[in-house]
């Protein structure tokens, strides 16, 4: 079954530190996509990144960057240099294995705060 | 500028009585989702939509209904029936551009939900 984990249910930083959150994830595709989103306080669901499964390659952009690695069937997400906008709950999500729909199934989400 | 719109922001609602969520997006997607999401939890689906005029169940769909008569709506209705409704409702579209593979889902601002 497919399944997201998101073990750590809520992180609290200093500014300016770097901080990972961390996803795992279950599945018996052998072609998947995994998502990040960013939920603000507002609510609103910001899309961060698609990777698909056969792309490996690690991401970065600006402060943020994904570390995607098959062997551990993991999908962390760093963020460096924290900055107060930062804090906001983190969402990693897995393509379902129906993925005609574009369905996918979310973590539940880490908690991230950044203490000026 | 193109997005998805869901209103009200807020809504009350007394037990007993059905109510209808808008849901509105103007980036052209074929494809519509409606999510809940409780308190410190991820995002569930209720239902979605990948054409007009079809609409399937997703995970908890008992006590809600849509209607998508239009590419551009997708409104639902929490029926007296949902035994638990007051929540965060979600609204999100993805283009459906691939013939495989899981498209990214867009975000509307949401609707709280109160069940007085």
């Known amino acids: 079954a497919q399944k997201v984990t998101q073990a750590q249910t809520e992180i609290s930083v200093v500014e300016k530190e770097d901080v990972t959150l961390d996803c795992v994830y279950e599945t018996r595709d052998t072609t998947y996509y995994l998502f990040w989103y960013k939920q603000p306080p507002s609510g609103e669901l910001v899309f961060l990144i698609r990777?698909?499964?056969?792309?490996?390659q690690n991401e970065i952009s600006g402060r943020y960057s994904w570390n995607f690695q098959k062997s551990t069937s993991s999908f962390n997400f760093t963020i460096t240099a924290s900055q107060v906008v930062d804090s906001a709950v983190y969402f990693c999500?897995?393509?379902?294995?129906?993925?005609?729909?574009?369905?996918?199934?979310f973590g539940s989400g880490t908690r991230l705060s950044i203490r000026p | 500028d193109g997005g998805i719109t869901q209103s009200p922001k807020y809504l009350f609602r007394k037990e007993g009585q059905n109510v209808t969520l808008s849901c509105e997006q103007n980036l052209n997607h074929d494809a519509m989702y409606w999510y809940r999401q409780d308190p410190g939890q991820g995002l569930r689906l209720i239902y979605y939509?990948?054409?007009?005029?079809?609409?399937q169940k997703g995970d908890i769909a008992e006590g809600y209904s849509v209607s998508r008569e239009k590419k551009e709506s997708f409104p639902l209705t929490v029926t007296s029936a949902q035994k638990n409704p007051t929540a965060f409702y979600l609204c999100?579209?993805?283009?459906?551009?691939?013939?495989?593979?899981?498209?990214?889902?867009?975000f509307g601002p949401g609707t709280r939900l109160t069940v007085l």
């Open positions: 999100a579209s993805s283009p459906r551009t691939r013939t495989s593979g899981t498209d990214t889902q867009y």
């Open positions: 990777r698909n499964s056969f792309d490996e």
């Open positions: 939509s990948q054409i007009v005029n079809d609409f």
């Open positions: 999500a897995l393509s379902e294995h129906d993925s005609s729909a574009s369905k996918i199934i």
